[in-house]
């Protein structure tokens, strides 16, 4: 199984990236698929999540209305589009997966699968 994030980078604030998560070895649709960050001196944290239903997602009350999650299981890709960053979005970006995670469960940080992080810095 891997899972590689990759899309980080700096930008003021107010601007955009886009953040993708090609994965492997593993059958990409039958997961659901989580973003978590870790900001310096700070716990990690949840983001954003996919269900394997393609249609539950949820997000982080400080991320809703700008950031966006998507996947394309045609592709074993999972994306997170972020507008509006402000620095408090400072940090390594993870992307996750876990076959067995329920709705109720998607904002935990128990996935089983986790990528090696992408850095995204907001900063002017």
């Known amino acids: 199984v891997q899972l590689q994030a990759s899309g980080g980078g700096l930008v003021q604030p107010g601007g955009s990236l886009r953040l993708s998560c090609a994965a492997s070895?593993?059958?990409?649709?039958?997961?659901?698929l989580g973003w978590f960050r870790r900001a310096p001196g700070k716990e990690r944290e949840f983001v954003g999540a996919i269900h394997r239903n393609m249609a539950t997602i949820k997000y982080a009350e400080s991320v809703k209305g700008r950031f966006t999650i998507s996947r394309d299981n045609t592709k074993n890709m999972m994306y997170l589009q972020m507008n509006d960053l402000k620095p408090d979005d400072t940090g390594v970006y993870y992307c996750?997966?876990?076959?067995?995670?329920?709705?109720?469960?998607?904002?935990?940080?128990?996935?089983?699968?986790w990528g090696q992080g992408t850095q995204v810095t907001v900063s002017s």
């Open positions: 996750t997966a876990d076959s067995r995670k329920i709705v109720s469960t998607l904002t935990t940080d128990d996935y089983d699968y």
């Open positions: 070895g593993f059958t990409f649709r039958s997961y659901a």
